[in-house]
Structure formats: C-alpha cells, structure tokens
C-alpha cells in the first residue's frame, strides 16, 4: 500500500501503531475482512488476526467496529 492510499484519520495513531498494524488497520476502515486484508497484504488470515489483536490492545479497543467507527 502506498502513501497516496493512506487513510488521514490513521494519522493520528501513527506513533501506537507499527506500519503493518497501520497498514492492517487502514484495510478495517475500508470494510474489507481479514481475509480480504490477508489477501491484499500477501500475509496469512492468522497473521491478520494477530496484527488486530494487537491494535485492539494498543488503542484500548475492544471490537474492530470501534476502529472502524473511528472514520465516520
């Protein structure tokens, strides 16, 4: 993913995140499923999980609906 696609609103989070997990999580806000974000990022389904559990904890979140309520 290139910086052209980047989503602002993750702007804010860069310094919690990894840039996969920015990564990861710029594919939640754009609705696509783990194994959509899989998929796209070349990664398994597992990894994917991986990288949301560890956002979630990172940002205090408790459900990828509030990551992705944070877009809107």
């Not at 804010?12 to 995140?17: F, G, I, K, S, W």
């Amino acid at each position: 993913m290139n910086s052209a696609d980047r989503i602002p609103i993750l702007s804010d989070l860069n310094p919690a995140l990894t840039t996969r997990e920015q990564e990861v999580a710029e594919l939640v806000l754009r609705s696509l499923t783990n194994r959509e974000i899989a998929k796209a990022l070349k990664i398994s389904e597992h990894t994917v999980e991986s990288h949301m559990t560890s956002i979630l904890n990172r940002l205090g979140f408790r459900s990828r609906w509030q990551l992705a309520n944070l877009s809107g």
